[in-house]
């Protein structure tokens, strides 16, 4: 029987969507998953997305995250997608820009992390970012279809991540991140601005 360490957790799953192919549970233990990062693993502002990600597969949660939003958003027409709730909020088009671009940020620096680079990443400057990406001119379903593929490649990531570089860490803005906590980072960023968008955007 395959052991697990006390550290070091596998994820069991079936990326259905991406090659119809179900893996074997790595572990023979029903218990054997990754669980949730410790204090010690992000900086304690990034808990405010980790704590909005429930469960112990943040891998399973990435995936069933996407049709759900893809719903949602096709739910959102081209003109409405224009609004902002204050002339100096972002508009509904650049606030999916923005977890677009931002999970590619989030997901370069898990490569880099989980690949063994230990060099510190710079800061990620989102008002940098959306200014530079003049969202409001893109059709909203663009981006859809643009934060789908994203979500995709970030679903093979997590998914085919090796189970030692779970807990492999790097330094991205001046602070330490284990893979684990980008993962959940990943997920709970997507699920705090879906909030956002229901609460303030959508009433």
């Given at each position: 029987m395959q052991e697990c360490e006390s550290e070091m957790f596998v994820i069991a799953r079936c990326p259905g969507r991406l090659s119809g192919i179900c893996r074997p549970p790595p572990c023979d233990r029903v218990d054997c998953m990754i669980g949730r990062p410790q204090a010690t693993e992000a900086a304690p502002y990034y808990f405010l997305y980790i704590d909005q990600a429930p469960g112990d597969n943040p891998a399973a949660l990435i995936e069933s995250q996407l049709d759900?939003?893809?719903?949602?958003?096709?739910?959102?027409?081209?003109?409405?997608?224009?609004?902002?709730?204050?002339?100096?909020?972002?508009?509904?088009?650049?606030?999916?820009?923005?977890?677009?671009?931002?999970?590619?940020?989030?997901?370069?620096?898990?490569?880099?992390?989980?690949?063994?680079?230990?060099?510190?990443?710079?800061?990620?400057?989102?008002?940098?970012?959306?200014?530079?990406?003049?969202?409001?001119?893109?059709?909203?379903?663009?981006?859809?279809?643009?934060?789908?593929?994203?979500r995709l490649a970030t679903i093979s990531l997590f998914g085919n991540m090796p189970a030692e570089a779970w807990m492999r860490t790097g330094i991205a803005s001046d602070n330490r991140f284990t893979v684990r906590a980008m993962a959940f980072i990943t997920a709970g960023h997507l699920a705090h601005h879906l909030a956002v968008l229901k609460e303030r955007y959508l009433k």
């Open positions: 759900d939003c893809l719903r949602f958003f096709a739910g959102i027409s081209e003109e409405r997608s224009l609004y902002r709730y204050a002339p100096d909020k972002w508009s509904i088009r650049q606030v999916l820009n923005h977890v677009t671009d931002t999970e590619r940020a989030f997901a370069f620096r898990t490569l880099w992390f989980a690949r063994g680079f230990d060099s510190p990443l710079p800061s990620y400057d989102q008002e940098v970012a959306a200014l530079g990406a003049e969202a409001d001119r893109i059709p909203w379903a663009d981006h859809i279809e643009e934060f789908r593929r994203v």
